[in-house]
């Protein structure tokens, strides 16, 4: 999917406006073409719509936090080698395990200056072998 001429594709998934509207404006900047969700819910709905080459995921969301969302793209065939990025206000060292082990790929603490988020991003992707 990472053809130079395809644009890699990103789903984010982050509930308050302004971040969402920042991080979309900067990532389409640096080249992604930019999916946005605003819940779990609607998260998993795109993703198996049109499974983006990476999420990123707040994991305090409405109506489905990003916990639940991602234990359910990575136990739906379609979905499960997408790899996901944690992108959260939660700083606390357990939580970096505990996304690990819900089967998130990495691990950002907001508040994240956008161009980190790209470098992680290009990380995530480059590293990513499919599952």
Known sequence: MNNPQQKSRVLLVEDYDDAREMYVEYLTFSGFEVAQATNGLDAIQQALERPPDIVVMDLSLPQMDGWEAVRRLKADARTAGV???????????????????????????????????????HKVLDGHTGQ
Not at 97 to 117: M, Q
């Open 83 to 121: 790899p996901v990025l944690a992108l959260t206000g939660h700083a606390l060292a357990d939580f970096v395990r505990r996304a690990k082990d819900a089967g998130f790929n990495g691990f950002l603490t907001k508040p994240c200056l956008p161009e980190d988020l790209v470098i992680e991003i």
